[in-house]
């Protein structure tokens, strides 16, 4: 089974070369859809449109999407947009919309749009596939800077192909080092903000991974070089693999912290599992020692 795609024209094929099922999607539109009579109910038409809806964003966690549809003949089409969301919208067509999950990154994400100005610097201490020092490098726009850091080459290379692809490798680079080291390449009270995101790299062997050794010292040193006023953002995991040795460690430090330098927010999300990430912020204040 193989669907082939042109110009938004989806056809499915079983065994031969003559299509069992055709989809046209156009801007989100599910214009028209068909799977041939000898072949319904058997799970061709679910396996095409979930196909479309992947292919398309649909089932994207980070951002949103919208398709439409057109209202559906008889009960079997109703039932089959209803299995992958589509309902009854204005004006007689069905819609699913999908709005992103508000994952412990996004939640970052949206503390550090806040916080983050056109030419503000930056550091990325972990920066495994580079998407966080991306949103930075935005973020800070062309009079910026983000310097972002791993430990694993093919992290490092794999951001600066990012960046690249996206043209702002004249606003962020990343560089092998390991993010305990950061404060020799960071000086004091010279970043408006810092970011981890601890764990594996994304695609990687999870059995490499940050440690409560090397992140603690790595969360002082980022706390040491933020400016007054700065924000330091640091997500926590912890799981059957990695332990919650360093969750605990990191958790422990922030803790000690003191009030008239810093505050520290940890933002755990009550209906989800105790593994699950856990977003933590520290505000660096604009009295405190630098």
Known sequence: MRIEETQGIYLLYKDRDVPIGKALLCEGC???????????RRGYGSYLLREILRRGGGFDPHRPSLFTAPAPKDEA?????GKF????????V?????????SAVELCHRFLAGAVRPGARCLDATCGNGHDTLFLCRLAGPDGRVLALDIQPAAVNATNRLLAQNGLQNTGRAVVCD?????TLAAPGTLDAAVFNFGWLPGAAHEVHSTAEG??????AALDALKPGGLLAAVLYSGKVIGDGEKR???DFFRT??????????CEFANWAPTAPLPCFVFKKAGGAC
Do not use: K, M, N
Not at 257 to 266: A, F, G, M
């Open 94 to 102: 069905w819609l699913r919309r999908r709005a992103p999950d508000l």
């Open 215 to 220: 992140s603690v010292p790595a969360l002082a």
């Open 30 to 40: 599910l214009q028209e859809f068909w799977v041939d009579a000898a072949w319904r």
């Open 179 to 183: 993010h305990r080291d950061l404060g």
């Open 257 to 266: 912290l003191p009030l008239t330098q810093y505050t520290v927010l940890v």
């Open 85 to 92: 969301g589509f309902g009854p919208g204005p004006g007689g």
């Open 77 to 81: 089409g109703a039932a089959l947009l």
């Open 249 to 251: 460690a990191a958790l």
